[in-house]
T-cell receptor, first 112, second 111 residues
Framework: KQEVTQIPAALSVPEGENLVLNCSFT??????LQWFRQDPGKGLTSLLL???SQREQTSGRLNASLDKSSGRSTLYIAASQPGDSATYLC???????????WGAGTKLIIKP | SQTIHQWPATLVQPVGSPLSLECTVE??????LYWYRQAAGRGLQLLFY??????ISSEVPQNLSASRPQDRQFILSSKKLLLSDSGFYLC??????????FGNGTRLTVT
């Protein structure tokens, strides 16, 4: 049974720093992996989707990598800004029906 | 472009009352549709998903039900709400390998 773990659970850094959020999963036979952000009281916003055949995806200051063999994905945020403060969640899908298995999230606070 | 609408945004209902939450998607056809619940301080729990009209898969046995009467409409219902049904309900859709897109959610408080 797939398990997804996100470390750390919370992170607070000064503005401008580059940072890495980690996501690990126990079953490497994933269909894809997605990173989301959730602002307090809001829905989730998809950030990056990495298919099982891909190694990384980039969008603006965000870069997500995928290493299936080690069961890891990282989300790299460059030049962090206070507006990046949110909870970041990763989720894996084992098939095309997208029954996602979720991590518990990393709550990120960027201090001005 | 595709959009997803979910309503109402907030809802306060007494224990034992019925529930109906609606979700519609625009700008696509034959999407996969999902209902999730997020309890306070907890992760996302998949409740139902649907790959087509009238096709509903339930992930968690409970007093909730879902229906898909039209291709882009997904409804979450209950005949009698419990206190434990309180939470943040999120509808989502995907199609053809696209990322999962979420609605803005419904905050349900059962009193």
């Amino acid at each position: 049974k797939q398990e997804v773990t996100q470390i750390p659970a919370a992170l607070s850094v000064p503005e401008g720093e580059n940072l890495v959020l980690n996501c690990s999963f126990t079953d490497s036979a994933i269909y894809n992996l997605q990173w989301f952000r959730q602002d307090p009281g809001k829905g989730l916003t998809s950030l990056l989707l990495i298919q099982s055949s891909q190694r990384e995806q980039t969008s603006g200051r965000l870069n997500a990598s995928l290493d299936k063999s080690s069961g890891r994905s990282t989300l790299y945020i460059a030049a962090s800004q206070p507006g990046d403060s949110a909870t970041y969640l990763c989720a894996t899908s084992m098939d095309s029906n997208y029954q996602l298995i979720w991590g518990a999230g990393t709550k990120l606070i960027i201090k001005p | 472009s595709q959009t997803i609408h979910q309503w109402p945004a907030t809802l306060v209902q007494p224990v034992g009352s019925p529930l109906s939450l609606e979700c519609t998607v625009e700008g696509t056809s034959n999407p996969n549709l999902y209902w999730y619940r997020q309890a306070a301080g907890r992760g996302l729990q998949l409740l139902f998903y649907s790959v087509g009209i009238g096709q509903i898969s339930s992930e968690v046995p409970q007093n909730l039900s879902a229906s898909r009467p039209q291709d882009r409409q997904f409804i979450l219902s209950s005949k009698k709400l419990l206190l434990s049904d309180s939470g943040f309900y999120l509808c989502a859709w995907t199609r053809g390998g696209s990322p999962l897109h979420f609605g803005n959610g419904t905050r349900l408080t059962v009193t």
